[in-house]
């Protein structure tokens, strides 16, 4: 059993900064690429950013240059800090993983976070 838990979510005025991190706990092997979606109501999750166990990472378009997502393999971690947050970064935040454990290897997801950005 994994289970993924995001925190870091909130409340922010347009121009500022948070930073979500997403903690994986349970029967861990190894843990693969860790991924950042979104959700705003009324659309369809989308990739916000990814990072790969080499530390490759990749980047939805309207994010670039403002979101650095980022890791920790000792403490099965993914981060994304979100600077020069827009209303349109409004959605919930949901953390992905591969997970390697004893029984099988496949993703897993966080419950999500909720980050709204005000005008």
């Known amino acids: 059993q994994v289970h993924l838990v995001e925190s870091g979510g909130g409340l922010v005025e347009a121009g500022g900064s948070l930073r979500l991190s997403c903690a994986a706990s349970?029967?861990?092997?190894?843990?693969?690429?860790m991924y950042w979606y979104r959700q705003a109501p009324g659309n369809q999750r989308e990739l916000v950013a990814e990072?790969?166990?080499?530390?490759?990472?990749n980047y939805a378009d309207s994010v670039k240059g403002r979101f650095t997502i980022s890791r920790d393999s000792g403490k099965n971690t993914v981060y994304l800090q979100m600077n020069s947050l827009k209303p349109e970064d409004t959605a919930v935040y949901y953390c992905k993983m591969y997970v390697w454990t004893t029984m099988r290897s496949e993703d897993y997801w966080g419950q999500g976070t909720q980050v709204t950005v005000s005008s």
């Open positions: 349970g029967s861990i092997i190894s843990i693969g690429a």
């Open positions: 990072i790969r166990t080499g530390g490759s990472t």
